[in-house]
């Protein structure tokens, strides 16, 4: 089923609306996603990104309810991944008259990719493009997300095409930010940022400056809906994000083979309950590494705990530690902790992987041999009510 939609005069939502994907490389999309894409009408008719590769007919279907897809003269590739840019082979062939507008190292990328020998337009910060009656501006965004980052904007129509930025992995029938459920659009987009951007905040709170800098009316990110009536606060919630700041939020993010962990975590949850700290428990094994990831984003304070299996950890508590590492949360405090049988390195491992990441520990592994005893609990909770006691001194 194709869907086209005029968002602005002579601008069109061309793009896909996938609600059955629910991977999008280890992040669970339980949502869908969509890959969007816009056609300009103008005296050079654009089109602003493609769509993933196996939805490259019916985009080309999308475009030829509005015009020949023969007819376009350019492509702007904002970014090279394949959600974006898969169908450009089909594009190209489609508009065999079409240049790709692109940054240098999105040319770079889209030709190591596709090895389509296109005709380029290699563009960077300040540089515009003529189109007739609009004005294409773009701004290079180097590594938010990838190298060849860019985003495009169109002046006169206060637009701007933000690539992955303010996006969701979120298929719903509305297309704008006031036709859907206000708290799902911002959890989604929370989520989002967590999993994807959450390593580039630096960045970010470099490139939002730039942003606040242009007169918006909407933003046409590349995944999701369409911001035009609560931009004010999406652009403050990037604010925030960026700087991932804490929030008085204790996490107890553990799993457990026969409950000695388990045991244990419970134990740091009820030390961390107190009035003002919010304290939650997420075994591994039965919640989404997309979720506890999106929690750690504004966690103040995070305890891991891991039993011990084959002088390890978890291979649940591995991947959560190995994401995290490249996702790299700022400004945590936490402990680990776990179980073991004849031999320990569970919680060890946990420990080296905290130092890795960046958290800083208040204090050495908790550990106990086969079942926790009274003492090792109590412990536990101390350790629950000294991470509380971090979490409620955030401002």
Not at 16 to 21: A, G, T
């Amino acid at each position: 089923m194709s869907y086209t939609r005029e968002i602005m005069k002579n601008i069109h939502y061309v793009g896909y609306r996938d609600w059955e994907v629910r991977d999008f490389h280890g992040y669970k999309t339980v949502k869908g996603s969509t890959y969007n894409a816009y056609l300009i009408m103008d005296e050079k008719i654009t089109l602003i990104d493609t769509v993933k590769m196996r939805y490259g007919r019916k985009l080309l279907e999308n475009i030829s309810e509005i015009v020949d897809p023969a007819k376009i003269d350019y492509v702007v590739s904002n970014h090279t991944e394949p959600d974006h840019s898969g169908s450009m082979p089909v594009v190209m062939a489609a508009a065999p008259k079409a240049t790709v507008i692109a940054s240098a190292k999105g040319r770079d990328g889209l030709e190591n990719y596709y090895r389509g020998g296109w005709t380029y337009q290699v563009v960077k910060t300040g540089d515009s493009l003529d189109i007739g009656a609009r004005k294409l501006e773009f701004i290079t965004t180097p590594m938010l997300h990838w190298p060849d980052s860019m985003a495009t904007y169109l002046r006169a129509d206060k637009l701007l095409f933000s690539m992955d930025a303010f996006g969701q992995h979120y298929s719903t029938s509305g297309l704008y930010d006031d036709e859907v459920d206000e708290c799902e659009l911002f959890t989604e987009a929370k989520k989002y940022y967590a999993n994807i951007l959450m390593h580039l905040g630096p960045i970010a709170k470099k490139t939002i400056p730039a942003i606040e800098a242009l007169e918006i009316e909407m933003i046409a990110p590349s995944h999701g809906i369409l911001w035009r009536s609560k931009i004010p606060e999406i652009v403050a919630r990037y604010k925030e994000w960026a700087e991932c700041k804490p929030s008085p939020k204790v996490l107890v993010v553990f799993d457990t083979m026969w409950e000695s962990t388990g045991r244990m975590a419970s134990a740091i949850l009820e030390g961390a309950t107190m009035n003002g700290v919010e304290a939650k428990l997420l075994r591994l094994s039965a919640n989404e590494l997309t979720d506890v990831t999106t929690e750690m984003l504004d966690a103040c304070a995070v305890a891991v705990g891991s039993p011990t299996l084959n002088n390890g950890m978890m291979p649940t508590v591995s991947a959560f530690l190995t994401y995290m590492e490249g996702l790299k949360p700022a400004g945590k405090v936490g402990a680990a902790f776990g179980s073991h049988g004849w031999q320990g390195g569970g919680a060890k491992a946990v420990d080296a992987a905290l130092d890795r990441i960046g958290i800083a520990k208040i204090g050495a592994p908790i550990t106990c041999s086969f079942r926790p005893d009274d003492a090792t609990l109590d412990e536990c909770r101390k350790l629950g009510a000294e991470l509380a006691r971090k979490a409620a001194a955030v401002k």
